[in-house]
């Protein structure tokens, strides 16, 4: 199975402070990444899809970039509504797999 | 809007049987793969199956093959999970979640999601 591992698992910031997010794929992945928000009690929502293309609705403050192993999440300027937990998840092989998830919270 | 209702949670003993149906509403039901992904208290994302827009294609999390049926019907717009022998580990909330393509391209995008169920597996 492919492990993903995200780093940091968890990080306090303050509004409008620009965050990353990483996801590190245990074998090459090419670029086969999602990235999704999920905020308390509720389901989780799709931001970025094949690394760095963002879904329609999503604000354009998020972007996604990687290839091979290492990817990142940006938020550029974070806002009070993008508190939640950030989970990666990979496709280029089965079992589709998730990272541990980044709880991000505002200072 | 796209839809994703899931239903028949609830608590089970260990060794039981539930099924999980999804309703589907709002788009081409015929156009989407279909999965299902589980959450356990206060935890992690864990994939657990995914059927084709046809059904003809499923696959499972190791963690579940053999226990777990996942199919779709095409003229009721469902999607169900019949989970058997179900484990205290099993113990998660249940979303089901269409894909942005069909499920035959090797790309697997989860773009909408249900609210979820809880299954508690506990004697």
């Known amino acids: 199975d492919i492990q993903m591992t995200q780093s940091p698992s968890s990080l306090s910031a303050s509004i409008g402070d620009r965050i990353t997010i990483t996801c590190q794929a245990s074998q090459d992945i090419t670029r086969y990444l999602n990235w999704y928000q999920q905020k308390p009690g509720k389901a989780p929502h799709l931001l970025m899809y094949?690394?760095?293309n963002l879904e329609t609705g999503v604000p354009s403050r998020f972007s996604g970039s990687g290839t091979g192993t290492d990817f990142t999440l940006t938020i550029s300027t974070l806002q009070p509504e993008d508190i939640g937990t950030y989970y990666c998840q990979q496709y280029e092989n089965f079992p589709l797999t998730f990272g541990g998830g980044t709880k991000v919270e505002i200072k | 809007q796209v839809q994703l209702v899931e239903s028949g949670g609830g608590m089970v003993r260990p060794g039981g049987s539930l099924t999980l149906p999804c309703a589907a509403s709002?788009?081409?039901?015929?156009?989407?793969?279909f999965h299902w992904v589980r959450q356990a208290p206060g935890k992690g994302l864990e994939w657990v199956a995914v059927v084709s827009y046809e059904g003809g294609n499923k696959y499972y999390a190791d963690s579940v093959k053999g226990r777990f049926t996942i199919s779709r019907d095409n003229f009721k717009n469902t999607v169900s999970l019949q989970m058997n022998s179900l484990r205290p580990e099993d113990t998660a909330v249940y979303f089901c979640?269409?894909?942005?393509?069909?499920?035959?391209?090797?790309?697997?995008?989860?773009?909408?999601w249900g609210q979820g169920t809880l299954v508690t597996v506990s004697s």
């Open positions: 709002g788009f081409t039901f015929t156009m989407h793969a």
């Open positions: 979640a269409r894909d942005k393509l069909r499920g035959i391209t090797g790309e697997f995008t989860l773009d909408y």
């Open positions: 094949e690394a760095s």
